[in-house]
């Protein structure tokens, strides 16, 4: 793999059209920024990457991408302090975490320097782009794709690594309310879902649409061979309280290694709470909802950050989770904000400065 | 769902590029006739296809397709007689299962009309790229994919349904060496290895190109579960004959539902042989080339049409298949492709005269 990299070149935009967003009123992923990352895979080697005006891309109509779901992504965030000094929050698992998607999705892995020179000079040059205001942040997608034509079913020998920014509010608005999943499934024993990988998240949306008819927002996928364990949401890891135990699913080759899930776990045994890494049975859930020990749950993921969860339905009864006074929920969230924002201390070396 | 359609409209090139083509060194899926089809699905509704020079698309960044493999298609070909009369095969069963693709992957069904006539219209103005060599066709790929934008994990507003055609040679060259897989998967129970989605080709990428690197050319997929049945390879449907019975596993949500399997398994009946459709275990297959009774494997599919397979590997060990004068293999194919190429009568009604 070549790792060396010349120096990213830059045609700015000759407007930009910050002026017209309205930052108060952001959605999530939908208002995008002036410029973008680009890098070419050609003739078997990553081209140095050019940062150029956010325009459309044009590809074959036999480009895989359209055909075979070739494509990964990852998902982070820029944060900036009081100061407005630029923070990531552990960028190079994003890093890490793109390339074993690749290698899984028969990808080229893209070299560490491609990946954080770009993302730094893509930030530093949109960076009055990050929004300010509390819940607000700017969503950083880079994401890789098959551009190669052919209709044969088989790796492609081009591909772009693009990094694109958007501005944006919250990811969900307001309750969230989950369904337990027993009928479709995420991901296959030695399939593909530990990937952040595109087809993974379309086949979601079917399964999705349905449980949002009876009033869900999001799904809660368990296993798919007995539908006993929980595993996790569609862009979030799930964390169960049960009495005063902090329970999260080990990650599998079925289940994403989140790292706002790894965070939300050293956070909590650093504060002192009692977690368990372990394998959580949907029937121990709903036995605890019964009986009045089941705390709390929520989800964890860079985009959703970390969201209670209010109700869930499970087999056509729904379970009300209760509001608490002081939830690890709230403790947890402020907890890994401020380190992100850099309004806290950040003992375990997470936040990394533009 | 919309199904009337207005006339569509055709915009023809200034030069055909027919006369670069190498008509007698066709590879598979990678020439392109000079015309595509091209249908928006836009504000709830389909709009009138048009046929356009075959060129590049254009596409926001954000569009889903590149973040969340909301795709699926078809693959299908024409056929030229010896009296240039133009057929399809079962062209019906395509439209039928893209949208049953469609539904899983939350994409807009595509009515009848759409495609049939959009079909229809694309292969006869594009006629004269239908290669009448032995054992080359033009192969027909319909395909639909998420134009609309956005990061949120959801599905677009926007879709673009397209057809283009490949005139193509075989599929496989040399013989066909497979890899009962005991890893890595195709599918989860529940999920949607039914479904041509894109998503689910890219994921077999990477075990392929391992067991290339055993010198296998394709896996056989088992169940994810404990990889105890044989399923299907990346793109046939596979079929076992012990003894005098040819045997193939039925469908499933985990497997796709072939035209070809089932055209052969009912030509099998029309012929007399004994046919099984049930579970095949990989310890019988295993068991039977031990002691003889396996005489044939091979694959079926649109593109591979019928392709015997020469050997097959378990756990290091390489059985391979013995060569028949006189194989299930070798007649089928010979009847199947005498229909699609009207040679023969079609008893079956399959034949679609353009
Ligand atoms: C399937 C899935 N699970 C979990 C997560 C959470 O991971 P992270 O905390 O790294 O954002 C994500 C999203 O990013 C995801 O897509
Ligand atoms: C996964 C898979 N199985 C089987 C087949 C064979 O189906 P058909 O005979 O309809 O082409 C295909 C390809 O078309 C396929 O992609």
């Keep these: 793999m070549n790792t060396t990299m010349q120096?990213?070149?830059?045609?700015?935009?000759?407007?930009?059209?910050?002026?017209?967003?309205?930052?108060?009123?952001?959605?999530?992923?939908?208002?995008?920024?002036?410029?973008?990352?680009?890098?070419?895979?050609?003739?078997?080697?990553?081209?140095?990457?050019?940062?150029?005006?956010?325009q459309p891309i044009s590809l074959e109509p036999s480009a895989k991408i359209f055909h075979y779901g070739q494509s990964i992504f990852?998902?982070?965030?820029?944060?900036?302090?009081?100061?407005?000094?630029?923070?990531?929050?552990?960028?190079?698992?994003?890093?890490?975490?793109?390339?074993?998607?690749?290698?899984?999705?028969?990808?080229?892995?893209?070299?560490?320097?491609?990946?954080?020179?770009?993302?730094?000079?893509?930030?530093?040059?949109?960076?009055?782009?990050i929004p300010q205001k509390d819940g607000s942040?700017?969503?950083i997608r880079p994401f890789i794709f098959a551009s190669g034509k052919g209709f044969h079913a088989s790796p492609a020998d081009e591909y772009k690594f693009i990094i694109c920014l958007a501005p944006s509010g919250s990811y969900f608005s307001g309750k969230v309310k989950v369904l337990i999943e027993e009928k479709y499934s995420r991901s296959a024993n030695g399939g593909v879902g530990y990937a952040k990988a595109g087809g993974n998240?379309?086949?979601?949306?079917?399964?999705t649409q349905l449980a949002a008819q009876k009033g869900y927002s999001q799904v809660i996928w368990t296993d798919d061979n007995n539908h006993e364990y929980i595993e996790e949401a569609g862009a979030m890891n799930i964390f169960v309280r049960i009495g005063d135990t902090?329970?999260?699913?080990?990650?599998?080759?079925?289940?994403?290694?989140?790292?706002?899930r790894k965070s939300?776990?050293?956070?909590?045994?650093?504060?002192?709470?009692?977690?368990?890494?372990?394998?959580?049975?949907?029937?121990?859930?709903?036995?605890?909802?019964?009986?009045?020990?089941?705390?709390?749950?929520?989800?964890?993921?860079?985009?959703?950050?970390?969201?209670p969860i209010s109700t869930?339905?499970?087999?056509?009864?729904?379970y009300d989770l209760p509001e608490l006074a002081e939830s690890y929920a709230t403790r947890l969230k402020k907890r890994i904000t401020d380190i992100q924002f850099n309004r806290a201390e950040d003992p375990f070396g997470w936040r990394y400065g533009l």
Tied chains: 1, 2.
């Design 7 to 54: 120096k990213i070149s830059i045609e700015k935009v000759k407007t930009s059209k910050i002026d017209q967003v309205d930052f108060d009123n952001l959605d999530f992923g939908s208002v995008f920024t002036d410029h973008m990352l680009v890098c070419d895979y050609k003739n078997g080697a990553w081209e140095t990457p050019k940062i150029i005006p956010y």
């Design 74 to 129: 990852e998902g982070m965030k820029a944060y900036k302090d009081t100061e407005n000094k630029i923070w990531f929050f552990r960028p190079l698992d994003n890093h890490r975490r793109l390339n074993i998607s690749a290698k899984r999705m028969a990808i080229p892995e893209i070299p560490e320097a491609f990946f954080m020179e770009g993302l730094k000079a893509l930030v530093k040059l949109d960076e009055k782009w």
């Design 137 to 139: 942040s700017l969503y």
């Design 201 to 207: 998240y379309a086949g979601q949306f079917y399964p």
């Design 246 to 260: 902090l329970i999260t699913g080990p990650t599998s080759d079925r289940i994403l290694d989140g790292i706002t």
């Design 264 to 307: 939300i776990l050293q956070i909590a045994e650093d504060e002192g709470i009692p977690t368990e890494v372990r394998k959580i049975t949907v029937s121990e859930v709903v036995e605890a909802a019964k009986n009045g020990s089941l705390k709390e749950m929520f989800g964890a993921g860079t985009a959703a950050v970390v969201s």
């Design 312 to 318: 869930f339905g499970f087999r056509d009864v729904d």
